[in-house]
């Protein structure tokens, strides 16, 4: 990950777009490969080596910086994913990780159940970036630490060089790819290969997408899988949608593999990004788990590595729609490894405590489990329905972004490091109290897109307060016709004009200073006036 800089380009030319095009579907004839020994790539999608349809579903964890973090491998994991990417340094930029260093970080994956996707550093933004080094520099690094990665192809994905470059020079990527690529393979590299887009990883001017097909040629063993990431420059779901289709349609292997909620050259539309990749049944791997530097620190999944801090960001990937809970599926090779099948036991019938109008804490008696418990999953029920809400490595939650006056029911799961999950445990029903403390707020409200009878909208609500706000409800009036027909970013309901949104977990907690978005698609008539008042938890707020 790296801020994008400068005002680049978004759209290459309709000629190149073409060419590209069609140099992808020359690609359906891949050169012929050896069985595989671990990962391999068939028609477009990444297979284990029992032919298992594999989709990545996890997240970045930044290694190199934080070697005494590795226990966030068994925190991810509880979390409900199948795969992290491990940052780690060819000693140009940061200090070394050596073979050593490397063995044990693919142990832990293993121990922990995890597909370790491993990534170089010290090329992001060569050409641009002062101190990067070459893709060709990446794979000596590679080729040093060979001897602890044979064997691994299993388990282990090599992504050459992230983000290897930046805004300058980066037409050489295709050739620097393809030959950083063969250096491996003759040096008797077997594993599935990942490589990131220039442009920051962004890949703005489409070099990646346009010689994707010419990459994957020039692979002996077909064995390359591109990794897009997504940060401003894929700011609404047009653009998402065009740049993953594109792959897929060529069937080119494509996984998303960084991208955010907001960042400094833009907001990127992390929903979209969500969806689709679930529509298409792509990978995905947010960034990142903890530890960012100041400038970017609202990317960090969870406060201070410690999986029971959540923030907005984390909550939204883990626990959101189209999410890691609700859509991860762990890697075959683990299931079929002969080591623990057995589930904890059930853990104890939670009970409530400071229920508010928008929250409640939950205490429940703690599973056991032969090897271990390593953390909970609470859920909500409703009917015969239930929705991931949070996770916890103790045997309490807090949960925030309920809905006052309302009824809402509770159970907990427990996971062991295996990934094994206990029975459910008993339910505990919360009715949260009607109203709400104020919350001083300002509401930035604008239509981004419309057509005949119906638009887009998106709300900016922010909190000019001097604290958190933890759990909200967001009232306006529609001066007109409008009906909210989707919402992101929270639950609508509607009664003729008034619309009341409440908080999605990932959105519930406002720091102070900070802001949440939220995104709407209506129906309306001819014309659509703008609301001119909202409430928060019953108090007004400014509109700008």
């Not at 290694?63 to 491998?73: A, C, G, N, V």
């Not at 994991?77 to 060819?90: D, H, I, P, W």
């Not at 029971?308 to 189209?322: E, I, K, M, P, V």
Request: hydrophobic fraction near 35%.
């Amino acid at each position: 990950m790296r801020p994008h800089t400068g005002n680049a380009p978004r759209l290459a030319t309709v000629a190149t777009a073409l060419l590209g095009l069609l140099l992808s579907f020359l690609s359906l004839s891949t050169p012929a490969q050896a069985a595989p020994t671990g990962f391999r790539i068939q028609d477009g999608r990444l297979l284990e080596a029992s032919g298992n349809d594999f989709v990545m579903r996890g997240v970045n964890h930044a290694h190199t910086w934080y070697p005494d973090r590795i226990s966030s491998l068994a925190h991810i994991k509880a979390k409900g994913a199948n795969t992290v990417r491990v940052v780690l340094s060819s000693g140009d930029r940061w200090t070394r990780n050596d073979a050593a260093d490397v063995a044990n970080v693919v142990s832990q994956c293993k121990r922990n159940r995890l597909i370790c996707v491993l990534e170089v550093h010290d090329t992001t933004g060569y050409g641009e970036q002062s101190g990067a080094v070459t893709l060709s520099r990446a794979a000596d690094y590679w080729i040093s630490v060979q001897s602890v990665l044979a064997g691994q192809e299993d388990y282990v994905i090599v992504n050459i060089g992230n983000e290897p470059y930046g805004n300058t020079n980066y037409t050489a990527w295709t050739a620097d790819t393809k030959a950083a690529i063969q250096k491996l393979r003759d040096a008797g590299f077997d594993h599935t290969i990942m490589v990131d887009a220039p442009n920051w990883g962004q890949d703005w001017a489409f070099t990646m997408r346009d010689n994707a097909a010419s990459v994957f040629a020039a692979d002996p063993d077909a064995n390359t899988v591109f990794s897009i990431h997504m940060y401003g420059v894929f700011d609404t779901a047009a653009e998402i949608t065009a740049y993953l289709n594109r792959f897929v349609t060529a069937r080119l292997p494509i996984v998303v593999g960084e991208f955010g909620h907001d960042h400094s050259d833009g907001n990127p539309d992390e929903d979209t990004i969500l969806a689709v990749t679930q529509q298409l049944r792509l990978g995905y791997l947010g960034w990142s788990w903890s530890g960012n530097s100041s400038d970017v620190g609202y990317l960090d999944m969870v406060a201070n590595f410690d999986p029971d801090q959540l923030t907005s960001w984390g909550q939204r990937l883990f626990n959101g729609a189209n999410g890691i809970a609700a859509t991860a599926k762990e890697a075959a090779i683990y299931s079929g490894s002969g080591g623990d099948t057995t589930p904890p036991t059930a853990p104890g019938t939670p009970t409530a405590s400071g229920v508010t109008s928008s929250s409640a804490t939950l205490t429940w008696a703690a599973a056991s489990d032969a090897t271990g418990v390593t953390g909970y999953d609470i859920v909500r029920i409703s009917g015969g329905t239930e929705t991931a809400v949070t996770s916890s490595t103790r045997t309490t939650a807090t949960l925030t972004g309920l809905s006052p006056a309302t009824s809402h029911t509770f159970a907990v799961y427990a996971r062991d490091a295996a990934g094994n999950r206990s029975p459910r445990s008993g339910t505990v029903t919360v009715t949260t109290s009607p109203g709400g403390s104020p919350s001083a707020c300002g509401v930035g409200y604008r239509v981004t897109g419309s057509w005949s009878g119906g638009f887009q909208g998106e709300i900016v609500l922010r909190n000019t307060g001097p604290s958190a706000i933890n759990g909200w409800t967001l009232r306006w009036t529609f001066p007109d016709s409008q009906r909210i027909t989707n919402l992101w970013g929270g639950t609508a309901t509607q009664s003729g004009s008034e619309v009341s949104v409440a908080a999605a977990s990932y959105t519930a907690t406002i720091p102070a200073s900070g802001s949440v978005t939220l995104g709407f698609t209506a129906t309306r008539s001819t014309a659509n006036p703008s609301p001119t008042a909202f409430t928060l938890n019953g108090a007004d707020c400014s509109v700008s």
